[in-house]
């Protein structure tokens, strides 16, 4: 199955965010990230914003939570009309909990872990998520340069994750350049800000990115 692209706002325009959205219609989802100040050293945007992206976007809707308390907060955002919510391992402090409370709010529930946190760490998770998330940078910024261990960290999670029905993605560094090593070590789904939204034309990086990935 050819890997989905998933653009990150972050990098987009926040005065002008439906036409943005706009701009990566031909993208497979569009991947929202909520920063704190707390768990990351940078803030973005809150579930009132989320809230309005969720019910205007013509494409899935993918939270990435860089937050602390994800398990007061998650769940709220998973009633907010979002497809996918994802909170990060290291901040949850009941993960299985958050997980099922997350899916029955009827969103897909997802794990991230940052780079220094070992695969390992999931493996009492997996009959609790839909989607795992490697960050191949440390979460707060679009425009870091992808962490090169992160592939090995992949290939881990592909095998943790056997025939399981979850999916695998990637967060941080993606481009025309690192694409093609990602997915063939073994992610479904690719975020890719800067690259998307630093473009001329968003869409026409879409296609070289799909492209470089086969
Ligand atoms: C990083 C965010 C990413 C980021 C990716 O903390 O979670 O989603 O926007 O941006 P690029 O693709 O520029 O690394
Ligand atoms: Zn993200």
Redesign the pocket.
């Known amino acids: 199955m050819p890997v989905e692209i998933a653009p990150?706002i972050?990098?987009a325009d926040f005065a002008n965010l439906e036409r943005e959205l706009g701009r990566i219609a031909s993208a497979d989802w569009v991947?929202l990230?909520v920063m704190d100040g707390h768990f990351?050293p940078n803030l973005s945007i809150g579930l009132p914003v989320i809230r309005r992206l969720a019910a205007i976007s013509p494409l899935p809707t993918d939270v990435?939570l860089?937050i602390d308390n994800p398990d007061a907060f998650a769940p709220g955002y998973a009633g907010a009309g979002v497809d996918s919510v994802t909170f990060h391992l290291e901040a949850a402090r009941a993960p299985v909990r958050l997980a099922r409370a997350i899916r029955g709010e009827g969103a897909r529930a997802a794990v991230a872990i940052n780079p220094a946190t070992p695969v390992a760490a999931l493996e009492n998770l997996l009959e609790e998520v839909d989607m795992i998330l490697i960050m191949s940078?440390e979460?707060?910024?679009?425009?870091?340069s992808f962490i090169e261990r992160s592939l090995a960290k992949l290939a881990q999670a592909k095998a943790l994750i056997a025939d399981r029905p979850i999916r695998l993605q990637i967060?941080?560094?993606?481009d025309r350049r690192t694409i093609g090593r990602i997915a063939r070590a073994g992610a479904d789904l690719i975020?890719?800000?800067?690259?998307v939204f630093g473009a001329e034309d968003p869409a026409a990086e879409i296609r070289a990115l799909r492209e470089a990935a086969r």
């Open positions: 990150s972050l990098t991947h990230d990351v990435h860089m940078v979460p707060g910024f679009g425009g870091q967060d941080g560094g993606a975020v890719a800000g800067s690259a």
